[in-house]
């Protein structure tokens, strides 16, 4: 069965730090993948895509993933985080064409301004 | 506003009750989803439609969660004799195909609390 695992549920950094968010996923095909975004009081949204093509894969407001087949990897990174970007991040998949998307249990960043 | 929206936002009802929640997808949109979300996990797949016709349905939908999509715009969720495990934030998205994958847009959600 296709599963999503991320590592961390609740990361704590000082503006300016630099984010890694881990996700694994788990699934032997050809898989899209998904970094969701929901910030406090707001509705899921969509911060990058992967679907084919060049492993790094840039978003919306500075951030950018990347997939790493060998390794069933899609993390997230940011080179320097905002106030703003405190958040609940979650990692997603789509298997094959099924087109639901499977979650992981998502991580909570705080921000410290 | 052109995004998915949900009504009720908020629902409170009691054990044993009949609730429907309403989900109005993104004009156009052929793919219509429900997901359940509880407090820190992430969201978990319900259903799916694909115009009016139900293409997929998960094992956590129960006898008692019932999904329609009359006419491919707008789906109902139905959940009869409710029960406390039922609390949860379900969420509707709404898609169409984008080059080779469906991107899917998420509505506020509707938050249902059984006691």
């Known amino acids: 069965a296709q599963s999503v695992s991320q590592h961390n549920h609740h990361v704590i950094l000082s503006e300016a730090a630099s984010l890694e968010l881990g996700c694994n996923y788990s699934?032997?095909?050809?898989?899209?993948l998904f970094w969701y975004v929901q910030y406090p009081g707001q509705h899921l949204q969509l911060l990058l895509k992967?679907?084919?093509?060049?492993?790094l894969v840039k978003g919306i407001k500075g951030f950018e993933a990347e997939f790493i087949k060998s390794k069933f990897s899609f993390n997230l990174r940011k080179p320097s985080v905002q106030w703003s970007d405190t958040a609940e991040y979650f990692c997603?998949?789509?298997?094959?064409?099924?087109?639901?998307?499977?979650f992981g249990q998502g991580t909570t960043l705080q921000v410290k301004p | 506003d052109t995004g998915v929206s949900q009504n009720p936002r908020h629902k409170i009802t009691k054990r044993g009750q009949n609730v429907t929640f309403r989900c109005d997808p993104i004009?156009?949109?052929?793919?219509l989803y429900w997901y359940r979300q509880t407090l820190g996990q992430g969201p978990e797949f319900l259903t799916y439609f694909q115009n009016e016709a139900q293409l997929e349905k998960s094992r956590l939908l129960s006898d008692r969660f019932s999904a329609e999509r009359p006419k491919g715009s707008f789906s109902t969720l139905e959940i009869q004799r409710t029960e406390q495990g039922d609390s949860a934030m379900y969420l509707c998205?709404?898609?169409?195909?984008?080059?080779?994958?469906?991107?899917?847009?998420f509505g506020p959600g509707t938050r249902l609390t059984v006691t």
């Open positions: 699934y032997g095909g050809t898989v899209n």
């Open positions: 992967y679907f084919s093509g060049d492993p």
């Open positions: 997603a998949v789509i298997g094959g064409n099924t087109g639901k998307l499977i």
């Open positions: 004009s156009e949109h052929n793919r």
């Open positions: 998205a709404s898609s169409a195909k984008e080059g080779a994958i469906y991107e899917q847009y």
